[in-house]
Structures are given as C-alpha cells and as structure tokens.
Nanobody, 122 residues
Framework: QVQLVESGGGSVQAGGSLRLSCAASGRAFSNYVMGWFRQAPGKEREFVARIMWTGASTFYADFAKGRFTISRDNAKNTVWLQMNSLKPEDTAVYFC???????????????WGQGTQVTVSS
C-alpha cells in the first residue's frame, strides 16, 4: 500500500477557492488510480473525483463538475484537488485515496489518507 498525506484544507468564505494536495510515499505512484472523497458531519462518505494512472482520464461527482479539478504529477508523487466557487455544503473532511487495482468501484480504493478539514462559511 501507499502512504497518503493530505494538506491544504482550511476555512474559506462561500465563493472562495482552496487547493488540496495529497503526497504519496512509496514507489510506483503512477500505478495507482487516485481519488478524492469527502465526509460531512452526520453523513456518509461520498465520492468527489478520480484520476487515472497517467492523468489523461478524470471523472467527477455531479456536484463537483465545473467547480473542482483533479490533477496529478507522477514525478512528484502528488495529486491535487482544486476547488473553486465553494459553497457551505462543501464543508467536509476531504480524503485522498489510492487504488492499486481499479475496477471502477469505490471499494477498490484501499489506501487512505487521514483527511483534511474544509470549512466554507456563508
């Protein structure tokens, strides 16, 4: 498994932006499909976005389309989530995850970071 450490969370007013980073340790980062998930208080964890091995293919949850952008740099072992036009309902703990064997399912993500808090005030 790969070790993941998120950073970049914080507090921002509605309409603002944040850029989350996820640094991966270990080799063969490029072999992992990377994803971002979030969990708001009292709610289940939900998928945000994922990016395939080379970064050529990305996929977003409907709420993230047009506002969030996932990207990666395999040379830096890092994946980012750029979040623009933030809304109070985006408030959550955001988690980075990695899938060594990706079959298109959330359960395929088997390495998780500790999460970073994002708070959006109105």
């Amino acid at each position: 498994q790969v070790q993941l450490v998120e950073s970049g969370g914080g507090s921002v007013q509605a309409g603002g932006s944040l850029r989350l980073s996820c640094a991966a340790s270990g080799r063969a980062f490029s072999n992992y499909v990377m994803g971002w998930f979030r969990q708001a208080p009292g709610k289940e964890r939900e998928f945000v976005a994922r990016i395939m091995w080379t970064g050529a293919s990305t996929f977003y949850a409907d709420f993230a389309k047009g506002r969030f952008t996932i990207s990666r740099d395999n040379a830096k072992n890092t994946v980012w989530l750029q979040m623009n036009s933030l809304k109070p309902e985006d408030t959550a703990v955001y988690f980075c995850a990695a899938a060594a064997r990706y079959l298109g399912r959330e359960v395929d993500f088997d390495s998780w970071g500790q999460g970073t808090q994002v708070t959006v005030s109105s």
